[in-house]
C-alpha cells in the first residue's frame, strides 16, 4: 500500500489508532527543527535602525549631558525646585525669557558688559523707579544717546523691538525677574501693565534718557 503523502488528521489519527498496532502513514510531514541563516537584510535593517535610534536620542536627549541627566538624587530634591508659589513661577519664567532677549547685552548676571557695550541693571537706577513705566518703554522701544548708570556715562544704542517681539506676559515676566534680581527691590510688573504703554506710545521711534526723564518715576 503507498503512503498518502499528505494526510489528513484524522488519517493519522485513524492511523495510529488501530487496534493492529500497525502505524502508517509516517511521520514525513512532521515539522523539523533546523537552523537557517538570519537574512542579510534583515541584519542591516537592524542595524540602520539602532544607528538612526542612536542619533535620534542624542540630538533629543541634550547629548546625555551631566547637566541634564543625572542632577538629581532624590525625588525631594527634585520636589524642592519646583516653584512653591506663583510669583516663584513668575520670576522662573522671567529669568527664562531675560536671559535670551536681554542677557546677550546685559549678560545673566545683570551686570552688563563692555562687548556689547551694556550698562548694568543690577542696583541700576532706571531699573529700580517705583513703576516700572521706564523699563517698559525702554525694553520696548530701545534707547540711545548718553545715558548715566550708577554714576558711569554709556553713550551706546539699545535697538528698539527687543521687548515688542515678546508677548506681554513674558516681557512682564521678564521685566518682574530684572527688578527682584541680582539685589534689585521692585514691584512686580503685570501683561496689562505692558499693553498699556503699548497701546499708548505704539511706533514710538529709540528713547533718550531725557525723554524718559518726562515721565514720573512712579508710572
Ligand atoms: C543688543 C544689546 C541689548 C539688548 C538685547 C538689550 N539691551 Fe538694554 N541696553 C543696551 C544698551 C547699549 C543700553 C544703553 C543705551 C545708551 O547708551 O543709550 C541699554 C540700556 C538699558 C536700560 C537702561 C540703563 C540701565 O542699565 O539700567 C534698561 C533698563 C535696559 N536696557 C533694559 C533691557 C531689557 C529689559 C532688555 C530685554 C527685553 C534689554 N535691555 C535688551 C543694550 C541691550
Known sequence: ????????????????????????????????????????WLVVLLGVLFYWAQLHLDHNAAG?????????????????LQP?????????RGKVVYEQACGVCHQPTGLGSQSPLAPPLAGSEWVNTPGPGR????????????????GEMYNAAMPGGVGESLSDAD?????????????????????????????KMAGHPQWTAEDLLQFPADE
Open 1 to 40: 500500500m503507498s503512503h498518502n503523502p499528505k494526510p489528513s488528521r484524522r488519517d493519522r489519527q485513524g492511523a495510529s489508532n488501530r487496534s493492529d498496532g500497525v502505524v502508517r502513514g509516517g511521520d514525513v510531514n512532521e515539522p523539523v527543527v533546523e537552523l537557517k541563516a538570519v537574512p542579510l
Open 64 to 80: 546625555f549631558q551631566a547637566r541634564v541627566y543625572g542632577s538629581f538624587d532624590s525625588f525631594a530634591q527634585v520636589d524642592s
Open 84 to 92: 512653591k508659589s506663583d510669583t516663584e513661577a513668575l520670576l522662573a
Open 135 to 150: 523699563m517698559i518703554r525702554i525694553a520696548l522701544y530701545g534707547l540711545q544717546g548718553e545715558i548715566s548708570v550708577k
Open 171 to 199: 516681557l512682564a515676566a521678564a521685566i518682574s525677574y530684572i527688578r527682584q534680581a541680582w539685589g534689585n527691590k521692585a514691584s512686580l510688573v503685570s501683561p496689562q501693565q505692558i499693553k498699556a504703554v503699548k497701546e
